[in-house]
């Protein structure tokens, strides 16, 4: 366990601990397992899996925390393993943390999967607005939480109330601008039918960071990665490879 702002941040750390580390930050309402079948494959490597706050073993936030909280916390938890410049390899709200870490800090090598980026415009908008309106009708409060319950996502659902709000909060960010400052070189790893990040996401991103490439999985979905699990295992490894 690892202590970080008063509280337990669980991780593992496996494979060859003088080599290249690789870091891998699983998407929301998951844990470490859902890395865990690429990080088997890295062992030749030193290989680092964090439950994300909130997440797995891992203790909730006291607060409300920002996505730079986040990667605060990957960068002080590094720090202490005396890590630099690590590979990091993220899927969905990972694969955003993964994003903004390397915009801020020196990173090898990125592999994406599925990683939102920018807000995207909320289908429930009028709903959202209807809810905002009757919370400030007298007696309605508590009506208006049930139905949010009913209209959210499945993780807003999901979520304890304190990780609800770190969700909306998560959402609501836009990191295209942090986006732009990486240098290093990436792949971007999309199912063409991915319904939770549309694959169109990733070409933006390509375009956003200068060595990029992205690799459609035709037919897959948000867990692409999962899916085609040898293919993944097999590019990461031929990526990451010192050349």
């Given at each position: 366990?690892?202590?970080?702002?008063?509280?337990?941040?669980?991780?593992?750390?496996?494979?060859?601990?003088?080599?290249?580390?690789?870091?891998?930050?699983?998407?929301?309402?998951?844990?470490?397992?859902?890395?865990?079948?690429?990080?088997?494959?890295?062992?030749?490597?030193?290989?680092?899996?964090?439950?994300?706050?909130?997440?797995?073993?891992?203790?909730?936030?006291?607060?409300?925390?920002?996505?730079?909280?986040?990667?605060?916390?990957?960068?002080?938890?590094?720090?202490?393993?005396?890590?630099?410049?690590?590979?990091?390899?993220?899927?969905?709200?990972?694969?955003?943390?993964?994003?903004?870490?390397?915009?801020?800090?020196?990173?090898?090598?990125?592999?994406?999967?599925?990683?939102?980026?920018?807000?995207?415009?909320?289908?429930?908008?009028?709903?959202?607005?209807?809810?905002?309106?009757?919370?400030?009708?007298?007696?309605?409060?508590?009506?208006?939480?049930?139905?949010?319950?009913?209209?959210?996502?499945?993780?807003?659902?999901?979520?304890?109330?304190?990780?609800?709000?770190?969700?909306?909060?998560?959402?609501?960010?836009?990191?295209?601008?942090?986006?732009?400052?990486i240098a290093c070189p990436t792949i971007i790893i999309?199912?063409?039918?991915?319904?939770?990040?549309?694959?169109?996401?990733?070409?933006?991103?390509?375009?956003?960071?200068?060595?990029?490439?992205?690799?459609?999985?035709?037919?897959?979905?948000?867990?692409?990665?999962?899916?085609?699990?040898?293919?993944?295992?097999?590019?990461?490894?031929?990526?990451?490879?010192?050349?």
């Amino acid at each position: 366990m690892f202590k970080y702002k008063d509280i337990n941040i669980n991780y593992i750390r496996y494979g060859n601990i003088e080599k290249q580390s690789v870091v891998l930050l699983h998407g929301w309402g998951q844990n470490i397992e859902m890395m865990k079948p690429v990080g088997d494959s890295l062992t030749d490597n030193d290989v680092i899996i964090i439950d994300l706050p909130g997440h797995g073993k891992s203790e909730e936030p006291k607060e409300v925390w920002e996505l730079k909280d986040f990667v605060e916390m990957i960068h002080e938890l590094l720090k202490t393993l005396n890590i630099q410049n690590p590979i990091l390899i993220g899927h969905s709200f990972g694969g955003k943390l993964s994003l903004l870490y390397a915009s801020m800090y020196p990173v090898k090598k990125l592999i994406l999967f599925g990683s939102p980026f920018k807000v995207k415009k909320n289908p429930n908008s009028l709903k959202v607005k209807t809810l905002k309106k009757l919370k400030t009708l007298p007696g309605l409060k508590n009506i208006a939480e049930i139905m949010k319950k009913h209209i959210g996502s499945t993780d807003y659902r999901n979520a304890s109330p304190m990780m609800r709000d770190i969700l909306v909060k998560h959402v609501n960010t836009d990191i295209t601008e942090n986006v732009k400052k990486i240098a290093c070189p990436t792949i971007i790893i999309w199912g063409t039918n991915d319904a939770a990040v549309p694959i169109t996401d990733a070409y933006d991103l390509e375009k956003l960071i200068k060595d990029s490439a992205v690799i459609p999985y035709e037919g897959c979905t948000h867990y692409a990665y999962l899916e085609r699990l040898g293919q993944t295992n097999s590019i990461i490894k031929n990526f990451i490879k010192e050349r």
